[in-house]
């Protein structure tokens, strides 16, 4: 009888001490490092995507499947040379439980590296790099906006069918710059157009006049242009300072009108371009995220916003279906991975790399709005060439 009574004492115990333990891990918070960049060309860029990160946060109150979030920020200045040692700060000294980051490719592929090395979850609310959902996929690997290849080559099909026979290709030279023109390029010739030349420059390089003097002098009849941030509303003005807007369409995948327009207003007008999100979507899901994006920022919304807030909403799935458990990790990624994510830009899904499988909008500028005018693209997957997963 005394050791059965000790036996049960003793169960008694372990199942508390037990319960505490667990209890606990599952009420410590979720630590997240965003990773963006607050200063430099793309400064703008990780706002919006803060903004919009914390939007969603915010919306559920601080507290995902029994989790207090906690969100710890770094400013990755768009710098691949300190990208190693700022992506460690965030693993390594801060213990981040996920990284969200970042816009710059040359920057992401430093995080792509050590969310593969640590195995720590990383969901990527820009940086287009082929690589992340493709040769470097993996399960713990995610991404809410796109691959460079998408908006460019839908861009390219686009230009082809408004009559365009010849095109030149303007980009700062790094990964996601010769990804885009090339997927111009692709999209432009296989319904064909010739692209006759491609225009690079150093990243983030704004003197764009010897370049934009060798476009006048080829005389193409478009020209397909990837800049962003600051970078795109210098290149717009200096486009339209240089006589060019009118003679030879320029073409762009969104980027170079997004979050800029009131910096470049005249020269932006009329501008077409093909992306995955537009103004005057007018969904109620966009319009309840735009309203209360609004009425938190004072701004209203654009496409890295969004991308920030599906960040979040990829997150919680992940959260919500462990119960806020994360040791139970492959169901996490699993429900993630085959998730609808239910998107301001519209629905979309995950391709097996982990990419969204999203429509691509046309979209032409009007005041400050790239105002959708049709879909250039629907369900547009990018084809994850080395994913092997
Ligand atoms: C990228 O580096 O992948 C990148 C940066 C800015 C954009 C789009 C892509 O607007």
């Not at 460690?88 to 970042?102: P, S, W």
């Not at 690997?141 to 026979?165: C, D, H, K, L």
């Not at 941030?229 to 369409?249: E, H």
């Not at 995950?350 to 032409?364: E, F, G, I």
Request: glycine share 12%; with cysteine; charged share 15%.
């Amino acid at each position: 009888m005394g050791f059965s009574v000790k036996w049960r004492i003793a169960a008694v115990l372990s199942g508390v001490f037990g319960f505490v333990s667990l209890g606990s891990a599952q009420a410590d918070p979720y630590r997240v490092g965003l990773m963006l960049p607050a200063t430099g060309t793309y400064a703008a860029l990780g706002t919006a995507i803060e903004n919009g990160f914390r939007l969603y946060i915010d919306q559920r109150e601080g507290k995902i499947g029994g989790r207090t979030i906690e969100i710890v920020t770094i400013d990755d200045e768009s710098n691949p040379a300190k990208a190693t040692d700022n992506i460690n700060r965030l693993i390594k000294r801060d213990r981040v439980d996920a990284v969200v980051g970042t816009v710059h490719s040359g920057v992401a592929m430093a995080m792509v590296r050590a969310a593969q090395s640590t195995g720590t979850l990383l969901i990527i609310p820009n940086a287009g790099a082929a690589a992340f959902t493709g040769a470097l996929c993996a399960p713990n690997i995610f991404r809410t906006s796109f691959t460079n290849w998408q908006p460019a080559y839908a861009m390219g099909v686009a230009a082809a069918e408004r009559g365009a026979q010849t095109a030149v290709t303007i980009s700062w030279r790094y990964a996601s710059g010769e990804e885009s023109a090339n997927g111009f390029k692709e999209g432009f010739e296989k319904h064909g157009g010739k692209v006759i030349d491609q225009l690079y420059l150093p990243f983030p390089n704004v003197e764009f006049q010897p370049l934009l003097t060798r476009i006048a002098s080829l005389r193409p009849d478009a020209t397909y242009a990837f800049f962003a941030g600051g970078g795109a509303v210098k290149f717009v003005n200096d486009y339209g300072a240089a006589g060019l807007k009118d003679s030879i369409a320029l073409y762009s995948p969104g980027f170079l009108t997004e979050g800029t327009l009131a910096g470049q207003g005249q020269a932006a007008q009329g501008l077409f371009s093909v992306m995955h999100y537009a103004d005057g979507l007018d969904t109620p899901k966009d319009n309840a995220f735009r309203a209360a994006y609004q009425d938190a920022y004072g701004v209203v919304p654009d496409v890295y916003s969004v991308q920030g807030y599906d960040a979040a909403q990829l997150l919680a799935i992940g959260l919500e279906a462990v119960d806020g458990d994360t040791s139970r990790t492959e169901s996490m990624y699993a429900a993630m991975s085959g998730a609808t994510i239910d998107s301001p830009r519209g629905p979309f899904t995950l391709s097996r790399a982990n990419n969204p499988v999203q429509t691509m909008y046309l979209r032409q500028v009007e005041g400050l709005e790239n105002k959708v005018i049709g879909i250039a693209t629907a369900a547009l997957e990018d084809p994850a060439v080395g994913c092997r997963m």
